[in-house]
Structure formats: C-alpha cells, structure tokens
C-alpha cells in the first residue's frame, strides 16, 4: 500500500524559506511512471497545483503565476525515499494546507480536484505569520 506523509513546520515568518518533506512509503520513487506533486490549499480557496517531479528527476512547474514559480523548487532525496519542497520568500498568502500526492499525468490547470491523483498525503498546516 502506496502512503505518503508531509511533514514539515507549522509556522513560518514572512519572508523565510519554506521546506517541506514528504515520505513516500510502500514504493520507490523510481519506480513508475508517475508525477510526484505538490498541491496546497489556501483558505477558502480551490487546491492549487505547485508542480512536481518525475521518477527520473524532471521537475515541472505549475502553471500558476510567475513570481510563485520562481520561488518554488521541487526535488528528491533517493536515500530517504523523499520529496521535497522549497518555496522561498513566503508571505501571508502562501498560508495553507500542503499535500504530497501521486499522478499519473500532469495538470492541465493550475486548480485541481483530488481525482487526479490516486495516492494523498494527509496535509499539512503551514503559517505564514510574524
């Protein structure tokens, strides 16, 4: 059984580095051809695609704004079985439930809905506040 699990600080100050991690069990991350994702949801707002990464280590993008792609990096830890995400310069808007989950293809928009993914992690709550 494919589990996934982010974790990472609940409180962060405007202008740091967020990072986040997500403990992917049960497969290895090189396994299939799959798209390891980032996703978040801000208060009162839709799920939000952030990007993700491949078995092989391609990264992509969400089609989102600008400044939020230039400030997000997503990469991968072999040894630990991980993913993780980097999103630097945060401010109060970046406030926001953070999910890992697995796709089988990309996003065509920016805003998702949880089925197009098969595997969720169980989110994680981050602050963005001083």
């Known amino acids: 059984q494919v589990q996934l699990q982010e974790s990472g600080p609940g409180l962060v100050s405007p202008s740091q580095t967020l990072y986040l991690t997500c403990a992917v069990s049960?497969?290895?991350?090189?396994?299939?051809?799959?798209?390891w994702s980032w996703i978040r949801r801000p208060p009162g707002k839709a799920l939000e695609f952030m990007g993700a990464i491949t078995r092989s280590g391609i990264t992509y993008d969400s089609p989102v704004s600008p400044s939020l792609r230039s400030r997000t990096s997503i990469s991968r830890d072999l040894s630990k079985n991980q993913i993780t995400l980097q999103l630097r310069s945060v401010t109060p808007e970046d406030t926001a439930v953070y999910y890992c989950?697995?796709?089988?293809?990309?996003?065509?928009?920016?805003?998702?809905?949880?089925?197009?993914?098969?595997?969720w992690g169980q989110g994680t709550r981050v602050t963005v506040s001083a």
């Open positions: 049960g497969v290895s991350i090189t396994s299939d051809v799959v798209y």
């Open positions: 989950a697995r796709g089988s293809a990309l996003p065509a928009r920016a805003w998702v809905t949880t089925n197009e993914f098969d595997v």
